[in-house]
């Protein structure tokens, strides 16, 4: 079975500085892995996405992940982060074989952004 | 615009009184889910979609009901509502679901009393 795991349920950080929201997976092979990101009142937007290949993926509004097999890790970064970056973010992961086409959410990360 | 259209927004409504949450889209998507989300749970899914006539259970079935008739749409059905299922429900699409991820309704804000 597959699972993952999102450590931080609230991150903080100011206006400007870097971010990582960290996300590990627990699954038999290379998952396909997932970041969504929920801004207040609106449903979830894909920020990126991992198959295989390039272990560092670029992902829309300046993400960006890095998949670790070792530590079977996925963690999102920015180098800068807006106010408007405030949000919940969502790691997913999803099984590539024997039909598990089901999807797996981890419980989210809140980003608070300070001024 | 390419989107998955969810109605009701908001919905309140009484124990045991049957509604019908839809869901429509428009990118000729094959995969289509529905899910939950719960504070402190994430999302969890409810029903899923492969395609036309052909539905499964996800995690968290229970109290539900799903059709699939046609392409675009993939209805969300509570026979008989009860307050633990007062939620926040999610509908999304894929192509073909294995590697494309989601896109996502914009929620649809459940109270049963």
């Known amino acids: 079975a597959q699972s993952v795991t999102q450590p931080d349920i609230h991150i903080t950080v100011s206006e400007g500085a870097s971010l990582e929201l960290r996300c590990n997976y627990s699954?038999?092979?290379?998952?396909?892995l997932f970041w969504y990101v929920q801004s207040p009142g609106q449903g979830l937007q894909l920020l990126l996405k991992?198959?295989?290949?390039?272990?560092l993926v670029q992902g829309i509004k300046g993400f960006e992940a890095e998949f670790k097999r070792s530590q079977s890790s996925f963690n999102l970064r920015k180098p800068s982060v807006h106010w408007s970056d405030a949000a919940e973010y969502f790691c997913?992961?999803?099984?590539?074989?024997?039909?598990?086409?089901?999807?797996?959410f981890g419980r989210g990360t809140s980003l608070i952004v300070h001024p | 615009e390419a989107q998955v259209t969810q109605n009701p927004r908001y919905l309140i409504t009484v124990t045991g009184k049957k509604l019908t949450v839809t869901c429509s889209q428009n990118?000729?998507?094959?995969?289509m889910s529905w899910y939950r989300q719960d504070p402190g749970l994430g999302l969890r899914q409810i029903y899923y979609?492969?395609?036309?006539?052909?539905?499964d259970k996800g995690d968290v079935p229970e109290g539900y009901k799903v059709s699939r008739k046609e392409k675009r749409n993939f209805p969300l059905i509570l026979e008989s509502p009860s307050p633990n299922q007062t939620s926040l429900y999610f509908c999304?699409?894929?192509?073909?679901?294995?590697?494309?991820?989601?896109?996502f309704g914009s929620g649809t804000r459940l109270t049963v009393v």
């Open positions: 990118m000729n998507h094959e995969y």
């Open positions: 997913a992961v999803q099984g590539v074989s024997g039909g598990s086409y089901i999807p797996t």
């Open positions: 991992y198959f295989s290949g390039d272990t």
């Open positions: 979609s492969m395609n036309v006539e052909v539905t």
């Open positions: 699954y038999g092979a290379t998952p396909y």
């Open positions: 999304a699409s894929s192509l073909r679901g294995i590697s494309y991820g989601y896109t």
